[in-house]
């Protein structure tokens, strides 16, 4: 079977947080993925698991559709930021869906405030699932509220 085509950019959503859509930007020149997040608090969980409640702003410059959400932690790693510095992020587990395909993707957290996407498909996360397509955008349709 023919992996899909996916483009560089495509609106992605996050079933398990209550995000139907939020702006990613394809980028195979990072191995991993990353979610703007801000407000993080980590905290023992009740089974004594590293857990991290923190918000969601799924649009770009508007505070609507913001989310509160709790992760367990299932790691630490380095990762270097686009200044080239390394900075050590939590890593959750949650399912990704772009068009009709569910999966469960591997995502760090940080402040993408000053970037361009909320977040960030890397190239772990999209392997072997899709062929990405670096002239088109948005190949899995356009949200219905998409205000951009």
């Known amino acids: 079977m023919t992996p899909r085509r996916i483009g560089w950019r495509e609106w992605i959503a996050l079933p398990g947080f209550g995000v139907t859509a939020i702006k ?3 980028d195979t020149g990072a191995a ?3 979610l703007h997040a801000f407000g993080m608090v980590r905290f023992t969980g009740p089974d004594g698991r590293d857990c991290v409640r923190f ?3 799924p649009r770009q410059r508007s505070r609507a559709g913001r989310v509160t959400v709790e992760a367990d932690v299932i790691d630490e790693r380095p990762v270097r930021n686009p200044g080239g510095r390394r900075e050590i992020r939590p890593v959750i587990r949650t399912e990704v869906q772009w068009a009709d395909v569910v999966w469960t993707a591997e ?3 940080t402040s993408r405030d000053e970037m361009g996407f909320r977040m960030l498909l890397g190239r772990r ?6 062929v990405i397509d670096p002239g088109s955008s948005y190949l899995g349709g356009r949200p219905i509220t998409e205000e951009s």
């Open 55 to 57: 918000q969601i702003q």
């Open 24 to 26: 990613a930007k394809v």
């Open 32 to 34: 991993s993925s990353s």
């Open 125 to 130: 996360t999209v392997q072997n699932r899709f």
């Open 107 to 109: 995502i760090n957290l």
